[in-house]
């Protein structure tokens, strides 16, 4: 698949389902004000990642205008163990780069499984996209959308009551159906 298509792919799973499901209340803001950077890595293992993730947080601190990042890796984790291991390096990186507190990286598969759940309970498309991804995520910007949101603690129960009643079958077609988009025609 090419760049275009893994963006527009991703893209297209931001708007129908993070933004259009309400997953997110903070989403559409940013997206609307095209202050979301999409990157496809083509990192073939952990460490070329971890070098790419290192140049997306370093862009990040010099790109103001940049709110957030998604930084999307088709090429390495597919396998979710390996991913979700890998998460402890990214966050290791955090503290390497002594940036822990400035961003955050919150995580999404498209074979995301929370713990405690079944691997296809409906609850793990909360968190579930078309490729292995990090979004990296700005701290001061999320605390401050945070404190200006009325139930921010309801929001993860809202979602998982959300996919729960739309279910897995159907999350899975619209998850499916991001990957059908054309980047040429929009189809």
């Given at each position: 698949m090419s760049e275009g298509s893994v963006v527009h792919a991703t893209r297209k799973w931001v708007e129908d389902v993070v933004v259009g499901y309400n997953l997110c209340p903070f989403a559409k803001r940013e997206l609307v004000r095209d202050r979301v950077r999409f990157v496809v890595s083509e990192a073939g293992n952990e460490d070329s990642l971890l070098q790419v993730l290192q140049t997306e947080l370093l862009r990040l601190d010099d790109e103001p205008e940049t709110e957030t990042t998604l930084l999307i890796h088709p090429h390495v984790m597919q396998d979710f163990?390996?991913?979700?291991?890998?998460?402890?390096?990214?966050?290791?990186?955090?503290?390497?780069?002594?940036?822990?507190?400035?961003?955050?990286?919150?995580?999404?598969?498209?074979?995301?499984?929370?713990?405690?759940t079944e691997p296809d309970a409906a609850e793990n498309y909360t968190n579930r996209s078309p490729f292995p991804m990090l979004h990296l995520l700005r701290e001061a910007s999320l605390e401050a959308a945070i404190d200006s949101h009325p139930d921010v603690d309801g929001i993860p129960r809202r979602n998982i009551e959300l996919m729960n009643k739309l279910g897995?079958?159907?999350?899975?077609?619209?998850?499916?159906?991001?990957?059908?988009?054309?980047?040429v025609t929009g189809e």
């Open positions: 163990a390996d991913y979700n291991e890998f998460l402890d390096a990214a966050d290791g990186l955090l503290t390497y780069l002594d940036m822990e507190g400035v961003y955050q990286i919150a995580s999404f598969h498209p074979d995301y499984q929370f713990a405690d897995a079958e159907k999350m899975r077609t619209v998850l499916t159906d991001c990957l059908k988009v054309s980047p």
